[in-house]
């Protein structure tokens, strides 16, 4: 119990952006943290800046480190979402049903913790640059495979691996567009960037109806296709140069005495002080991934087979879905900048409950307005997140830790649309026959199992969002991490060298200019 407090009075102490003002903090219980997280929702009634003077705060190399972020994001969803696209073209071709199919989403889903934490160590410990690149060759390899499996075992066994592949990457693109960004631009910049999964996702929706089953190669073109774009983002990414703040992490470790050394204490230092912090970020991304995932991958099978839309209609309704999604995600990222990430997020996801039942039980052709909004909210709370994790994970490990409690939570979440299609099926509809062959295809309920499992998701973001700690406008640079302070023994905030003769000052006006300065 006295290790919980001791940690509380430390993340209360960090939750203000100065360190100057934790020692007001230091002896806080936990009754009074408690009590905190009511008055610490109030908003701050900052202005809301001018976005697109916000934006031209970033200068070229921050706009291109966004940019190859964004589109690895992007294609990540793309390629993933290839499956849920056509799980019952795949169920046909391997002779299973649709809830076996899901479980080659799931053990993406499963897997994919394992890519974090092994790409995760590879960036915080050798840069941004190489893991990115070694994760998109992967991901080369593994959709080609994809499409050239030939039965079930096998289509599982590709996935699987992809898994691993795909976890790697998003703490990397999330520490790549953010970790040099201004600190005014944050807020937008990280919904944005979160919307490359929406985006994605549309990509694939528009792909999925023009390749799939308009060749005689049936749904195999559209993994062939999924393989060719991750070539112009290795390329793009092999142009640009590390962060400059991984560069001054770097130097400072070089100056300590080495970098396999330092990392470790550092690693050490991170995981001892915020180890309730971690598993607070874990939990909270189950919530969030059981969100997006229980509110997309089954939702085309449902439009499909409850409520029989046609291809095109399905079609219509997931591109305005995403429509919503990339519209919710920045403008709720972008305001989360004045009133705050907590309030942001609890906000979006009560206007996000309301909508469930219009999302998940309208047949007629209003169900696409539904599904905007119903989006606009999901990504709109997850716009957020992007900043939220890199400002409370401890800058050593930080593309480890954000990409691991993502992907963990992905882990935790991973059978949601196993678990909807196999509760589905304990509510039958009539079975859908065919004219003439006769055939007769299944016909489940699944708007029902996804309202109450989505409602009872919201409830539990909610609560955990309302608990939890923010650190809105944390000064990401090492010089102003704590954990290395400890580490080193120096309070690196009065200090002006970094490491081989460069200031902290020098390489921020380097960086001003779009200028590289690499020791």
């Known amino acids: 119990m006295a290790d919980t407090q001791g940690y509380l009075n430390k993340e209360l102490r960090e939750q203000s952006p100065d ?3 934790y020692s007001d903090r230091q002896h806080m219980s936990i009754g009074r943290y408690c009590a905190t997280r009511i008055t610490t929702l109030k908003p701050a009634m900052r202005p ?3 976005a697109f003077k916000v934006l031209s705060l970033l200068n070229l190399q921050q706009w291109l480190f966004f940019l190859v972020a964004f589109f ?78 030939s039965d079930y075992n096998s289509f599982l066994g590709v996935r699987a691996i992809y898994g691993i592949a ?19 631009a944050r807020g937008i910049i990280s919904g944005m960037l979160q919307q490359g999964y929406a985006f994605g996702y549309l990509l694939a929706t528009a792909f999925a109806r023009g390749l799939v089953n308009t060749t005689p190669h049936g749904w195999r073109p559209l993994f062939w296709f999924g393989a060719c774009p991750p070539i112009l983002i290795i390329a793009f990414r092999l142009c640009l140069p590390e962060t400059r703040t991984f560069r001054e992490r770097q130097a400072l470790r070089a100056e300590s005495g080495g970098l396999a050394g ?41 439009l499909t087979n409850q409520y029989r839309f046609s291809a095109n209609r399905v079609t219509v309704t997931q591109v305005v879905a995403n429509l919503g999604a990339m519209t919710g995600g920045t403008l709720v990222g972008y305001t989360s900048q004045a009133v705050g990430r907590r309030l942001s997020i609890i906000v979006i996801c009560i206007i996000g409950g309301a909508l469930l039942y219009p999302y998940t039980f309208t047949s007629s052709n209003a169900v696409i307005a539904a599904a905007f909004f119903e989006q606009f909210c999901v990504q709109g709370a997850w716009g957020v997140i992007p900043v939220h994790l890199m400002e409370l994970a401890p800058g050593s490990l930080r593309t480890f830790v954000v990409g691991t409690s993502y992907q963990l939570g992905n882990l935790v979440s991973s059978a949601s649309s196993t678990i909807e299609a196999t509760i589905g099926e304990q509510y039958p509809l009539p079975p859908l026959v065919n004219a003439k062959t006769g055939k007769r295809t299944p016909r489940y309920e699944y708007g029902i199992v996804m309202c109450i499992f989505l409602g009872c998701v919201f409830a539990y973001v909610i609560i955990l969002t309302f608990i939890g700690p923010e650190r809105l406008g944390r000064n990401l640079d090492v010089s102003h991490d704590s954990d290395v302070a400890e580490t080193t023994h120096r309070d690196l905030r009065h200090e002006q060298h970094v490491g081989h003769g460069d200031s902290i000052d020098e390489e921020k006006r380097a960086a001003a200019k779009g200028v590289e300065n690499v020791p």
């Not at 046909?92 to 160590?121: C, P, Y």
């Not at 998003?170 to 567009?177: F, I, K, P, W």
């Not at 001892?272 to 991934?289: D, P, S």
Request: glycine share 10%; hydrophobic share 50%; with cysteine.
């Open 262 to 302: 330092s990392f470790a204490s550092e690693g050490k230092v991170a995981l001892k002080r915020h180890w309730l912090l971690l598993i607070y970020m874990v939990l909270l991304m189950a919530g969030f991934n059981f969100m997006s995932h229980g509110s997309q991958d089954l939702y085309p099978t449902m």
């Open 48 to 50: 809301i800046a001018n």
């Open 72 to 149: 690895a994001w992007t294609w990540d969803a793309f390629d993933f979402f290839t499956v849920s696209l056509v799980v019952p073209d795949l169920a046909a071709t391997f002779g299973k049903t649709n809830k076996d199919i899901t479980w080659g989403i799931t053990l993406v889903l499963m897997l994919r913790s394992v890519g974090a934490i092994t790409f995760g160590l590879a960036a915080d410990r050798y840069g941004r640059k190489w893991p990115f690149v070694v994760n998109n060759v992967l991901f080369i390899i593994l959709e080609l495979g994809t499409g050239f499996v």
């Open 166 to 184: 795909m976890g790697g990457l998003y703490g990397n693109a999330a520490a790549t567009a953010l970790e040099d960004c201004p600190a005014e």
């Open 19 to 21: 360190m100057s003002e």
